[in-house]
Structures are given as C-alpha cells and as structure tokens.
C-alpha cells in the first residue's frame, strides 16, 4: 500500500495571502494524483486530477504541481470559503490511499 | 440533475450485517468507475472499494472479505454490503463516481450515510 503523507497538518494563513501544501507519496505514483478540498459537514471537492489538471468549476487560485513522489496544491490569494481541509489521493495502484489531511485555517 | 443519494446506514451491533444503497440520477452506474469512501468521525478520508464500468472490484485490506459492492444497472444503483462489521467500521460513508472510464478523481460526491456499529 502507498502512504500518502501531507504538510504541513495545519496551517493558519491571513486571507488574500497565498499557502502551498504538500503531499509525498511513499512510492511512485506517476502523476496520478488528486486533491480534494472537504468543509465542515459536507462531502469532498475534487479540486485537481492527473497531478495539475483543475476540475470542471475551480477557480484558477488552485493550481496542483509535481510528478513521482512529491506534489503541491498551491493557492493564490485565499478567500474566506478556502477555510477548509485538504487532502491528496494517489491511485496509481490498489488500494486508492488518501493523505491525512492538511487543516486551512484563518490567521 | 447529476446527483448521488446515499441510504442505508444506521446503528448496528457488532457482527452484523447492512447494506448501503447509493442511488444515480442523470448518468449510468455502470459507465464510470463507482466507489465507497468513509470517514470515521473526526477522521480524515478512507478508500473503501471500486467498481470498475467492467463491473472487476477492488477492496482496501480493511473490509476485504467482509465487504461486497455491487451494481443494479435497472435501477441505477450502487450498493455495499457490509458483513462481519466492527466498532471500527463506524464512520459517513460516501458514494462517489470517477471522474471518467478509469480512475482520474472522484468528480461528484453523495451526501453520506452514517454508519454506527456499537452495542
């Protein structure tokens, strides 16, 4: 199984500033990598695939980078409604495994 | 409207059996790859397992061999039985579609049914 590790847990940041979160993945996964944002109460966002690919509806402020074991979610000026948890998933192989979550707090 | 509706969960003793139906509207079951996922409470997200447009599974090691997802292509419904379950089974579990005919991300989302096993 691959394991799926983000950082940092937390991360408290002032609106309008920008934040990068990272994921590394135990072994390769290629560029099979998505990330989800999930708020308070409500099922997960598939905000980017296939590593930096945005899905249909995110704002451009999201952009995910990296390729084999390392990868970043990069957001630009954040908005009140990016408060949220973050995690990564690789599905490169069986089973799919997701990252802890990294925890977007306001500063 | 595209959605997901989740039903089934409940409290449950340890042991026991439940299924879970995740219902689809405005698209087919049976042409994406369709998935559970669970959150324990307070926890973060669990795969739980795959049902490829091929209609091949896939289990996380966690439920393999307790759990079975099936598809009713009739009635355009996803199911996960779920045998043998134990206090650590407890968690929302979502139903959830991939983004396209292989895994890429999971593009849409159920609400969640909550499943409780406790006595």
């Known amino acids: 199984e691959i394991v799926m590790t983000q950082s940092p847990a937390s991360l408290s940041v002032s609106p309008g500033e920008g934040a990068t979160l990272s994921c590394r993945a135990s072994q390769t996964v290629s560029n099979n990598l998505a990330w989800y944002q999930q708020k308070s109460g409500q099922a997960p966002r598939l905000l980017i695939y296939d590593a930096s690919l945005r899905a249909t509806g995110i704002p451009a402020r999201f952009s995910g980078s990296g390729s084999g074991t390392e990868f970043t979610l990069t957001i630009s000026s954040l908005q009140s409604e990016d408060f949220a948890i973050y995690y990564c998933q690789h599905y490169n192989q069986w089973p799919l495994t997701f990252g802890q979550g990294t925890r977007l707090e306001i500063k | 409207e595209v959605q997901l509706v989740e039903s089934g969960g409940g409290l449950i003793q340890p042991g026991g059996s439940l299924r879970l139906s995740c219902a689809a509207s405005g698209f087919s079951v049976s042409a994406n790859y369709m998935n559970w996922v669970r959150q324990a409470p307070g926890k973060g997200l669990e795969w739980v397992s795959v049902?490829?447009?091929?209609?091949?599974?896939h289990y996380a090691d966690s439920v393999q061999g307790r759990f079975t997802i099936s598809r009713d292509t009739s009635t355009n419904t996803l199911y996960l039985q779920m045998n043998s379950l134990r206090a650590d089974d407890t968690a929302v579990y979502y139903c959830a579609r991939d983004l396209g005919t292989a895994v890429r991300g999971f593009d849409l989302w159920g609400q969640g049914t909550l499943v409780t096993v406790s006595s």
């Open positions: 049902i490829h447009s091929g209609g091949t599974s």
